[in-house]
């Protein structure tokens, strides 16, 4: 595997943090999309921006999907995930929980991702085969082996499916496990999974909010499926995505059958 994709990935989401870091804090133009819990700022297009310039100067012929404005459809077996903010709300909100997501598939599967925690400047990578890293420092999940002692990260998203994600995922779990942390940012809370923070995240999201998500948990020893066990469909913009630290896995999805 060509290990310029990883260098590049994790250039663009630096890059990318920069920006944000410079705007976080700030009073921001919101621009809504469907609801009042769906929009983006200025910090998440010039973001996408960035993100989107270096990857097309270095892998011009590869697909990109973007959360904001981009697609680009090139035929190519590569194809990359963005997110330039993974927690929109929490930014504009000045809460310390939001990434840069960038994520890289081969053939519909996963091979590169790089979550960057702009507050924290926790760069998160992973390469398909070489493991899972923090700030260059290997990481690996949790080893809880009972469901009753998982801490698990959930998120709600948008107003339009958070009814659906409270009953499918939150109260099947809710007295099965020892606690729920609603972080506000996707990517952060899987990343907190990959280093062994949570012990799972059952989610549905787009595939920009998890693509690098999902080879970092797996590369740390972590599992994702979808709610019947099966392999993630990653051929679709959105994704049903159940991950753990793989101990707890077959637990969980019997909770949510």
Same mark, same amino acid.
């Given at each position: ?64 999907? %973007? ?31 939001? %990434? ?158």
């Amino acid at each position: 595997m060509d290990d310029k994709f990883l260098k590049v990935a994790k250039q663009a989401a630096i890059q990318a943090g920069k920006v944000i870091s410079d705007l976080y804090g700030k009073e921001h133009k919101l621009m809504f999309k469907t609801d009042n819990s769906n929009f983006a700022t200025q910090a998440d297009l010039e973001a996408e921006k960035i993100i989107v310039k270096i990857i097309s100067e270095h892998f011009p012929s590869h697909n990109i999907i %973007a959360e904001e404005k981009v697609r680009i459809d090139q035929k190519s077996p590569f194809t990359w995930a963005i997110d330039p903010i993974d927690g929109t709300i929490s930014f504009a909100s000045k809460m310390p929980f939001f %990434a840069v997501s960038i994520g890289l598939l081969e053939n519909n599967q996963p091979i590169i991702g790089v979550i960057y925690d702009v507050d924290r400047r926790d760069l998160y990578w992973a390469q398909k085969g070489q493991g899972a890293y923090l700030n260059g420092k290997k990481i690996s999940v949790s080893k809880t082996t009972k469901l009753a002692d998982a801490v698990i990260g959930l998120g709600i998203g948008s107003m339009e499916r958070r009814r659906d994600k409270l009953e499918e995922y939150f109260f099947p779990l809710l007295e099965k496990i020892r606690y729920i942390y609603m972080l506000g940012g996707g990517a952060v809370t899987m990343a907190f999974l990959a280093k062994g923070s949570l012990d799972a995240v059952p989610n549905q999201a787009w595939i920009w909010d998890q693509a690098a998500a999902g080879i970092i948990i797996t590369e740390a020893g972590g599992m994702v499926s979808d709610r019947f066990g099966n392999p993630v469909d990653w051929s679709t913009d959105y994704t049903e995505f159940i991950a753990s630290n793989g101990l707890i896995h077959e637990q969980i999805l019997e909770a949510l059958r």
